[in-house]
């Protein structure tokens, strides 16, 4: 198979390239070319903004694309659908409306509006609204055979968020971890290498259709203690509510002065609780979380990364915790 990757040199497209290539797939990257490209893929410079010009009259048998600026998808579509045979666009679940709602599927769940005509496509204010406009233009263009992979939050080695990594790092330090909310809240992921495999399995098959990349939801319980597991750390975990860190000034999801993973309930109970069903029945595997953390710690070990920073610090984690014992 002839599989053009639009991007390809970093974290999921990268791992995408790897694996496809690990398969005997002919792969090439189509972009700037800022990272380097996984061993044995065609790198192909291009800039987005402007052209694909330096793919011209190339054919594929399948095209992956994860980008999250509809200008972007609308001139990939216009320049290169006569010649792809099948078209794979990686979505994301902020395109969902309605994160009250435990439990919903692909087909029950409201979307956000498309970005405007007028809109800011660079605001990151705009991301599910960008991409909304993103798999409008693809299934305009592809409609149902077109595969759309909306991806709950991506984990693993390679990760540059810090939202996983901090839960890896701390927890790997062992002693006592403060550990937001309550034991019992939903938590969902998807391993780069999961994932990464299933859309590699779609441009074989030409899967069609839109589905939720997730694992199946987890207690936030079963999360740390799976990344426990998985680092071989001896770590205990003092479980905080939600209303003491909000009245802490802890910031949710990620960044500075954060617990990642962690968001206010229950106006967002439905964020990390979808029904995967779906996705495993179209073959989507899931490993366990150790497995995710085990590699992720290795990843960091071994590369010291610079990361986008998020978390508590050590200091700020430790009155934390002094001031619920108080």
Same mark, same amino acid.
């Given at each position: 198979m002839r599989l053009l990757i639009l991007g390809g040199t970093a974290f999921l497209s990268r791992q995408t390239a790897r694996q496809a290539v690990a398969r005997g797939h002919q792969v090439t990257c189509a972009a700037r070319g800022s990272a380097p490209t996984? $061993?044995?893929?065609?790198?192909?410079?291009?800039?987005?903004?402007?052209?694909?010009?330096?793919?011209?009259?190339?054919?594929?048998?399948?095209?992956?694309? &994860?980008?999250?600026?509809?200008?972007?998808?609308?001139?990939?579509?216009?320049?290169?659908?006569?010649?792809?045979?099948?078209?794979?666009?990686?979505?994301?679940? #902020?395109?969902?409306? $309605?994160?009250?709602?435990?439990?919903?599927r692909v087909e029950n769940s409201p979307l956000l509006a498309p970005l405007p005509a007028d809109g800011d496509e660079t605001l990151p204010g705009n991301y599910g609204h960008n991409k909304v406009?993103?798999?409008?233009?693809?299934?305009?263009?592809?409609?149902?055979?077109?595969l759309v992979v909306r991806a709950g939050l991506i984990v693993g080695p390679d990760d540059p968020s810090n939202r996983f990594p901090y839960w890896v790092s701390r927890?790997?330090?062992?002693?006592?971890?403060?550990?937001?909310? $309550?034991?019992?809240?939903?938590?969902?992921?998807? $391993?780069?290498?999961?994932?990464? #495999?299933?859309?590699?399995?779609?441009?074989?098959?030409?899967?069609?259709?839109?589905?939720d990349s997730d694992s199946p939801p987890m207690?936030?319980? +079963?999360?740390?203690?799976? &990344?426990?597991?998985?680092?071989?750390? +001896?770590?205990?975990?003092?479980?905080?509510?939600?209303?003491?860190?909000v009245?802490?000034?802890?910031?949710?999801w990620m960044g500075p002065r954060s617990l990642p993973l962690w968001v206010k309930l229950?106006?967002?109970a439905g964020f990390m609780s979808r029904d995967v069903t779906a996705v495993v029945a179209a073959g989507h595997e899931f490993r +366990?979380? #150790?497995?995710?953390?085990?590699?992720t710690l290795a990843w960091l070990r071994a590369e010291n990364p610079t990361l986008t920073p998020a978390?508590?610090?050590a200091e700020e984690e430790a009155k934390l915790l002094a001031a619920w014992r108080g």
């Open positions: 996984a $061993d044995g893929v065609e790198l192909v410079r291009v800039d987005r903004d402007s052209s694909l010009d330096a793919l011209a009259g190339r054919e594929f048998d399948a095209v992956i694309d &994860v980008a999250r600026r509809p200008s972007h998808v609308r001139r990939a579509l216009d320049e290169l659908s006569d010649r792809v045979g099948h078209w794979i666009f990686v979505s994301t679940v #902020s395109v969902y409306a $309605d994160d009250l709602a435990i439990g919903r406009s993103c798999e409008n233009l693809v299934t305009r263009r592809w409609g149902s055979a077109a927890i790997a330090r062992g002693g006592e971890v403060l550990a937001p909310g $309550d034991p019992a809240d939903l938590v969902q992921c998807v $391993d780069v290498r999961d994932l990464a #495999s299933w859309l590699v399995d779609g441009a074989e098959k030409r899967l069609g259709g839109t589905y207690t936030r319980a +079963d999360f740390l203690d799976g &990344v426990r597991k998985g680092v071989g750390a +001896d770590a205990t975990f003092t479980w905080v509510p939600q209303e003491f860190l009245d802490h000034q802890v910031e949710e229950p106006e967002n +366990d979380i #150790s497995d995710s953390a085990a590699a978390g508590l610090t």
